[in-house]
T-cell receptor
């Protein structure tokens, strides 16, 4: 079964500095992978998705992620953090194949942005 | 805003009681999935309903049950509440194909005392 490991439970950055949220995946083949964001008291929102079309994926709000098969990684980055980026971020394995229905979430990384 | 709504927003129950949580799916979506998110954890899949039938289930006991109605809204019922059932319950709607994006509601926060 596919799974993801988010390497940091909490990341703190200063406003205007780069963001790096790390995710490694475990799979015997190239998976599809998503990143979701959860703002306080709001629902989960899809940031971006990798579906094997291109290894560098651009998402909403200036975020992007690069799929690296050699490193089994799918890290989320943003060049310059904004206060509104403070939230919880989840690396997610989507449903795949017959009989698969659920999103499988990592444990999450809480991003704090310091003014 | 995703168009997925959940009610109530917050709920307090005591151990042993029963609870019903509700979810209205986004217009045009016929699939609803339910997830449990314990504090400090990622959401865990409970089950999914597609066109009023349970379509898949995660590792949750039978006291977690659900319904989907002809308008594709859904209910999650939990019987014999336990303290560990305290969590944020999220529903997500989608168009019925496994690869389609799931759109989440804001959740219902349940506290069991």
């Amino acid at each position: 079964a596919q799974s993801v490991t988010q390497l940091d439970s909490h990341v703190s950055v200063s406003e205007g500095t780069p963001v790096l949220l790390r995710c490694n995946y475990s799979s015997s083949y190239s998976p599809s992978l998503f990143w979701y964001v959860q703002h306080p008291n709001k629902g989960l929102q899809l940031l971006l998705k990798y579906t094997s079309a291109a290894t560098l994926v651009k998402g909403i709000n200036g975020f992007e992620a690069e799929f690296k098969k050699s490193e089994t990684s799918f890290h989320l980055t943003k060049p310059s953090a904004h206060m509104s980026d403070a939230a919880e971020y989840f690396c997610v394995v989507p449903p795949s194949g017959a009989g698969s229905y659920q999103l499988t979430f990592g444990k999450g990384t809480k991003l704090s942005v310091i003014p | 805003e995703t168009g997925v709504t959940q009610s109530p927003t917050h709920l307090i129950k005591t151990r042993g009681q029963q609870v019903t949580l509700r979810c209205s799916s986004q217009s045009g979506h016929n699939t609803v999935s339910w997830y449990q998110q314990a504090l400090g954890q990622g959401p865990q899949f409970i089950f999914q309903y597609y066109r009023e039938e349970e379509n898949g289930r995660g590792n949750f006991p039978p006291r977690f049950s659900g319904l989907q109605f002809p308008n594709y809204s859904s209910e999650l019922n939990v019987n014999a509440l336990e303290l560990d059932d305290s969590a944020l319950y999220l529903c997500a709607s989608s168009s019925g194909h496994s690869e389609e994006t799931q759109y989440f509601g804001p959740g219902t926060r349940l506290l069991v005392l």
